[in-house]
């Protein structure tokens, strides 16, 4: 009934909105005759690029950072001369943090504005409530944030064509803590402490420990915990008889923090790391920050990065935005403009079948949140960040490639 | 030497729930009620020093005292607001009662104050001393040493003052208690304030000794604590400190032998094999129905 309903609606929009293109087309036809006009048409000395972002709701300060890390890198872009001299106009609509939003505001996008590619949403949810308007209607989708892996694969293992994101997907952060704790670190002997009750940490558990030991390495303890554990001294202490020289704690930071404090308080004084699910001021909170110390994570990026293009970008962000410093969700906007970009002038026109290809086929190209190049199944492959907490503070380390 | 540790973690863990325990096994003993809001209670006691901490930067003691008196007074409002004109009712009535006081509190102390968690502050200087291979904490030690404390203040109350006799009488028989001029409601009151005073201090030293407290955070412990209450025998006191610490260990022991995930399924199991072989508990007297 409710998918019914939804054809309807869909059938509906997509009526009204190609009668509106049309008569659109028709009065851009009369405008070209007289000497060029500023319709919509993909012909035109314009080129639109959708936003359906989430600029209110319950995770509006995920879009809302995304579109301010997107604007500058619009304004950058245009101010430059544009692409081949075509200035890009951003078409932005709120879906409202919600997944039927997104869907109707992909709708519009696609049928309405004619854009050249959408970039959004920024949560996974609404990303694959996208992505199939995105193959019907062939307009290239980049989530810049959205992590699931079933926003470019589908459940039955098919390629979602129209289907990308700036972001790494999950597991990819266990990979780059395994490569970090392998190379950097010298451990031999390592220990993975992972929260059973959620597919981000186990997808990173088994991801670390797949590098781990096709390099040599060997897992010596291997524990689990469910969300919303307090207690975790007695796994601790099995993990501490194990004598592991690392410890891989893939969670959220609830638990983390805890985890972490019980686990000095033990005296397991190893290396710990984690990944983004530790980002949060509550972390040094609940752990302390003399915990805290000799710990990392992995992140999209950092703004203390020394990398000349990433300070670059830190000053102008700064400058346009009161001085703020760009988080990981503004960097990651800012390089989905450019990466659209890239793609574009690649592919020689705004025809979305060619800027899809383009897009699949990016290779080695520099962003603010890595090198960047796409693998075959539509998900990045590009440096990581690896931050270390000192006294409270996240430091940044280094970076480190796949 | 691992095995030291895991002793020290599980009698920690264990001194918690049998500090909850008590209040369950003195208010089932005196009124047949399985108390569900007592976990609650918990956690209004770690909240109340939370805020006496954080806010009004007292210490670890003055805090608890703070936590105990006011969980007192909340413990025999509920009592009173709540439970008082169920006494005569069925028990599943009170039960139902007592089961829509626990998701008030929870809901309620959300409503005030939402959802996220809090971290608490470190009172308490944490030193740690190596014993037999064994990393001890300062904390660990005292929050031992506060628990036991309390049970034998506990213990002096019931069986050396007046009220502690007025309650051993109601409990034993209320009716005969009321005829040899014992105020009945009186005692039952000051049972749920003692009770309640004890789930406070429970949460203070669970935030401490824990540091993340949340809205939500009495709901396991309240569960685990009334297993723990039926394994000593419940309305016996002395079963449920016994109960809370055999409770503790067998989860750590659980944990140590590498079935973390399997530890609270543990408790239950417990539960349920004590209900099926010997319903009256480790200290209970198998007493014969009287017809």
Known sequence: MIAKNKLKRFASV???????????????????ESGGSSSGGKDSNEIKIGMNLELSGSVASYGSSIATGADLAIKEINDAGGIDGKKIVPVKIDNKSDAAEATTAA???????KVVAQIGPAVSGATVATVQIANQQKMPVVSPSGTAPNITINEAGKLNEYAFRTCFIDPFQGQIAAHFALNELKAKKVAIYADNASDYAKGLASAFEKVIEDNGGKVVAKEAYVAKDTDFRSTLTRVKSAKPDFV??????????LIVKQARELGIEVPLMGADGWDSPKLVDLAGAKALNNTYITNHYSSEDPDVKIQDFVKAFKTANSDKAPDAFNALGYDSVYWIKDAI????????EAVKDALASTKNLTLITGNFSVDKDHNPVKTATVLEYKDGKQVFNSKVNP | MEWVQQLVNGISLGSIYALIALGYTMVYGIIKLINFAHGDVFMIGAFIGFYAISGWGLGFFPALLIAMVACAIFGVLVERIAYKRLRNATRIAALITAIGVSLFIEYGMIFIRGAQPEAYPDVLSNKTFNFFGANISSQSLMILSVSVGLMLILQFIVHKTKIGKAMRAVSHDAEAAKLMGINVDNTISATF????????AAGVIFGVYYTKIDPLMGVIPGVKAFVAAVLGGIGIIPGAMVGGMVLGVVETVVSAIGFSLWRDAAAFVILILILIFRPSGIFGKNTREKV
Request: one cysteine or more.
């Open chain 2, 193 to 200: 304030a003692i009770g309640s005073a004890l789930a406070g």
């Open chain 1, 107 to 113: 709708i519009k996008l696609a049928t309405k504005e």
């Open chain 1, 248 to 257: 891989f704690i893939p969670g959220y930071y609830e638990e983390v923090g």
């Open chain 1, 345 to 352: 002038e690649r592919a020689g026109s705004t025809d979305s």
């Open chain 1, 14 to 32: 997509f009526l009204a909105s190609s009668l509106i293109v049309g008569a659109l087309a028709g009065c851009g036809s009369k405008g070209e």
